[in-house]
């Protein structure tokens, strides 16, 4: 009996993800400003992976690591971010586990949350 990746169930993707896309704009300093648009709309399932340690500064950030499935989707790279609600997930690579391009799963790095102040 072969062994096959499962299709997972519509049903545990419930979360709703809102792709978004990177904008630069030059500061007139000769760097660049990114901000993040929002692009479309998509459905998924997140599970934790782990953590991650990112040095920063002088130090070390923890941040938590999940594997979100979504439907598959062309276009999907390491330079966008996905959000759910005020969370937001830097997308770290991009993999599709049976070949055919009916999922895709991203490895996605948990963001800390920008102050409002």
Same mark, same amino acid.
């Given at each position: 009996? %072969? $062994? ?29 400003? #990114?901000? +993040?648009?929002?692009?479309?709309? $998509?459905?998924? *399932? @997140? *599970? ?14 923890? $941040?938590? %690591? +999940?594997?979100?499935? $979504?439907?598959? #989707?062309?276009? @999907?790279?390491?330079?966008? /971010? ?5 969370? /937001?997930?830097?997308?770290? %690579? ?16 948990? @963001? ?6």
């Amino acid at each position: 009996m %072969a $062994l096959t990746p499962r299709h997972p169930p519509l049903g545990v993707r419930r979360r709703r993800f809102v792709v978004e896309r990177p904008l630069e704009e030059p500061d007139g300093f000769g760097g660049v400003l #990114r901000r +993040y648009v929002a692009g479309p709309v $998509l459905w998924g *399932a @997140l *599970a934790p992976a782990g953590i991650v340690d990112r040095p920063e500064g002088g130090r070390t950030d923890t $941040l938590p %690591a +999940y594997r979100i499935t $979504l439907r598959g #989707r062309p276009g @999907l790279d390491p330079t966008m /971010r996905l959000a759910a609600g005020p969370r /937001r997930f830097a997308i770290r %690579a991009v993999t599709e586990p049976d070949g055919r391009g009916r999922d895709c799963i991203c490895h996605v790095e948990e @963001l800390p949350r920008e102050s409002a102040a």
